[in-house]
DNA sequence: TTGCGTGCAAAGGTTTTGCATGGCA
DNA sequence: TGCCATGCAAAACCTTTGCACGCAA
């Protein structure tokens, strides 16, 4: 039952890092930029491969944030806070906000169980504009 | 105030092709391979290009759907209203769903007022699966 | 005629595949 | 030892850019 495959350092260290950042999401390019500071070589192959699967057992989630051109991979914790996280992209400074908030959480079961729509919340980004934006903008 | 450019049958082919599925969203390939079985070629830049423009003139939107390496394109109607409601894309059936909702511009309201963050209405866009969708997917 | 529009080719970036080697069990 | 894991190189894609030519106004 464990498909998991070998224990290798390569993986492990792939790992490691998407929990240490389970609270955002990275690229496969971060991913190996950062191994390689750590002086832990890790081909973006080997990067890809194991990230496919990890997404078949579910221990990561995959999706594309609008204006970027590389797919974003962040650790899947099953806990509840987690699925609740919103991104909030400002249009000016391209700043990725991620955003816990209950008023929005709430406003998610509206939607499902009034409107009968499920939102994905790891692909939905809000666009607008930031209040440091907003604010140097308006002076 | 006419920022639309010159009139030329390859936009004026893009367009209609946009139009025609403006119920579902397309991909650049789709649309460039529509256009060479209509026997009006139409370079991939050229396509490029116009979807480029039109996204800038807010007359077509443009998605990513999982699943899918390339980007997605569909024809913004009703460009009124659009700026006063969310909306919600299916990433099953690829219908888009205008939505009015109270709850939804509270939610907006309270970004505002308590996260100091000004969402886009028009280009914000919520993904997810649509009521139809879920009834046949769990069959 | 003027200047944008077009399309080919090439470049840039991300992701996948082939294949020989390396390493876990 | 037997296999999967790894990583380099190359291929496959999607998208953008450079440049010469075409065409609308």
Redesign the pocket.
């Known amino acids: 039952m464990n498909n998991?495959?070998?224990?290798?350092?390569?993986?492990q260290a792939?790992l490691d890092f998407l929990i240490e950042n389970k609270d955002s999401h990275v690229?496969?390019?971060q991913i190996s930029d950062y191994l390689e500071e750590e002086g832990?070589?890790?081909?973006?192959?080997?990067?890809?491969?194991?990230?496919?699967?990890l997404l078949e057992q579910g221990l990561v989630r995959k999706y594309?944030v609008d204006g970027t051109?590389?797919?974003?991979f962040q650790y899947a914790d099953d806990e509840e806070g987690c699925k609740e996280h919103f991104h909030l992209k400002c249009e000016k400074c391209g700043k990725l906000i991620h955003l816990n908030c209950d008023h929005v959480s709430e406003m998610c079961r509206h939607i499902l169980g009034d409107h009968g729509f499920r939102i994905d919340l790891f692909r939905t980004v809000f666009y607008g504009i930031c209040e440091d934006c907003a604010k140097s903008q308006t002076v």
């Not at 998991?4 to 993986?11: A, E, H």
């Not at 890790?42 to 990230?51: A, E, S, W």
């Open positions: 998991s495959g070998y224990k290798t350092k390569q993986r792939i690229t496969v390019s832990t070589h890790v081909g973006v192959t080997t990067i890809y491969r194991h990230l496919d699967k594309t051109t590389s797919a974003c």
